[in-house]
């Protein structure tokens, strides 16, 4: 029996999705662009999931432009603002996932690119922000709704007012976001970013939503599919799939919410005394329900995840897409924590299935496996429990 | 009881790629790029995905770079060689995808890009491109496989031969190629465009081939995913699924193009025969076994559509991509077809499986509903069977 703790990174596909997505395989498979009655249908029910997706957001169905996932999302929004606004600022803040960053540092010269700090809690500075918008309306802001590793919630509904009143225009990767928390108000940005797998919908699929103030967005050329913003045959039995998952999430997403965030809470607690020196990033501020971003006192994050691997607990050290690259999170690093630190650090995320045994068990073996993880590097340990 | 005749706008997923989708996304759904034994178990099955397909073509593993399917692949190779090369000539055939058309064209400034002609055939000026490389060597040329309108097949091995000779870099868009005809060859280009759905695989996966020599390939920034040249995460169960579709399609593609070759001969025969006037484009050049374009002397392609569909049978008017849009193909227009013509033409595109019965059925219905189709256009209208 093994308990996954890694759902920041990808979620098993749930059931409701992988129905509508052998139901549209074996039924609707057909190319919605083709002109038979079978692909007109398809095409009418492309149109359909999309209105039900929109309606989750309180958005209009022409703003959803289904795509392949959150990374090509993240790149098209950084390369049209770029295109359509060659000598505009880009504000992005230090944590942002490594498609956002690396795109807006690809398509800015010179001080075209803004890099927002971050407080020690882990939250983007809206003082910074509103200094920079003060002094220079205009341009783009990208901002994450909750951070990846730590799970902290970030300010998007400010900034959401704030760029409204300095007319910057504002994208919103919500790929954390969307599954796990409410989805009232993104639709406000200009842009927002998700992602399928992430909230038990397929791998491959994800979504944007595109204010309609954006006109000639295009993400693909070569097709009039997705109202001409991706051209490429419409992955109907994926997007299916996808919005079967987002609809089942919605559905029980309070009730899941109150119970991971209590047991991620009870969790952190008993931890906090069994462990000293134990520290969690982000823990003074509201953040998703489902992570926990420990820095336990001693032992390599990776002897952690291994350790923890061979008992049946499955975490992470931090961003799946961060993985194999050289040095610490920028996440971590952009929160003043050191790369010692970071190198201690672990990423529990829980799967909305996730039950209060499982977490108290995890934290068991945490405390049990500890004694064992002190390699010789000179830091305190203490086990209280 | 219905007939599919659109093959090359999309394929229903085989039993093989169906299986492997369900197997991947039941128990190796981790995120290939997270630390743990099960997501390296899933890192393990990606890589030997990627062998495997390799070996298909005879190339290396590392050539192989899967994405979200050919028009992802096309925009891409365009974008890429853009910025490596950004002052040099861009050759791209009349007849090519949308995708790789209206890419060439975003990409290309002032007289960059040249468009090669196609003979009355179907067939790209092979000697046009002689004599275009002949004056100025290098740049890029991107050429397809085989048409997805007509069928007719390009001369990429000797394209092949004249870039290297004159040291350009050569795009072949194998799009409807892959799954229909020998692989063999092809990874001697320097990129090679393909797509899941076109040969029984799911919608939303493709895959690239791109030579080792070029170097920092990338279609998506933010991750280390696929040797650094797609970033996101791994979509494994499509991937899986993809490469399961294609070796079963290898293993029984000889047999499949014979009977589907001759069934299509059988087919253009009976009704040349029994219609007078008939035009079928590229009938003197090889073609793809499955595809058969026809001009047929009345009637609206859209209302020979909307009969046959009425009585079982699933053809298109040409390109699901260019469905929508305003004017004539711009394949037929190349090959200077009249756009009066162009709208009396149908593509009809077997599947692997369709037997004669069915094409035996289709020309009967063609022949039947002929008399119903004259329009009052004034075209003469001879029946002889």
Chains 1, 2 share one sequence.
């Not at 295109?83 to 010269?109: F, G, K, Y």
């Not at 809206?126 to 990846?148: F, H």
């Not at 799939?241 to 009730?255: C, K, P």
């Amino acid at each position: 029996m093994s308990h996954y703790f890694d759902a920041n990174a990808t979620t098993p596909l749930c059931p409701e999705a992988r129905a509508a997505w052998l139901e549209a395989t074996d039924q609707h498979w057909h190319n919605p662009s083709s002109p038979s009655r079978a692909s007109a249908r398809v095409h009418v029910l492309l149109e359909n999931a999309r209105a039900e997706l929109a309606a989750l957001f309180g958005a209009t169905a022409e703003s959803v432009v289904f795509n392949s996932g959150a990374t090509e999302g993240n790149r098209d929004v950084l390369a049209y603002w770029r295109r359509i606004s060659p000598e505009s600022r880009v504000i992005v803040s230090a944590i942002e996932h490594p498609s956002v960053l690396e795109n807006a540092r690809a398509n800015c010269v010179g001080g075209q690119l803004v890099i927002l700090p971050v407080e020690k809690s882990g939250c983007v500075s809206m003082k910074s922000l509103v200094e920079l918008l003060e002094k220079r309306g205009g341009g783009l802001v990208s901002l994450m709704a909750a951070n990846n590793e730590t799970g902290v919630i970030q300010p998007w509904q400010e900034a959401i007012e704030v760029c409204r009143q300095y007319r910057a225009t504002l994208h919103i990767d919500a790929t954390q976001w969307v599954g796990k928390e409410a989805l009232e108000g993104l639709a406000s940005a200009d842009f927002v970013t998700a992602c399928g797998h992430k909230f038990g919908g397929p791998k491959g699929t994800g979504f944007l939503l595109v204010s309609s103030g954006l006109s000639g967005f295009c993400g693909q050329r070569g097709g009039a599919q997705e109202n001409d913003h991706r051209a490429g045959t419409e992955n109907y039995p994926s997007i299916a799939s996808m919005v079967a998952a987002l609809q089942a999430s919605e559905a029980q997403r309070v009730g899941v919410q109150a119970d991971n965030g209590d047991a991620r809470d009870r969790f952190e607690a008993l931890l906090s005394k069994a462990i000293s020196d134990l520290k969690i990033w982000g823990a003074g501020e509201a953040r998703l329900s489902n992570t926990s971003s420990l820095c336990l006192p001693v032992g390599e994050n990776t002897r952690w995840v291994r350790r923890l691997d061979q008992r049946g607990f499955l975490v992470s050290t931090g961003s799946a897409c961060a993985t194999g690259k050289d040095g610490p999170s920028h996440v971590l690093a952009a929160m003043g924590v050191t790369a010692e630190e970071a190198r201690r650090t672990i990423r529990i995320s829980a799967l909305p299935s996730t039950n209060w045994e499982a977490w108290n068990s995890l934290a068991a073996a945490l405390v049990e496996l500890l004694p064992g993880m002190d390699g010789g590097d000179g830091n305190p340990l203490v086990i209280k429990l």
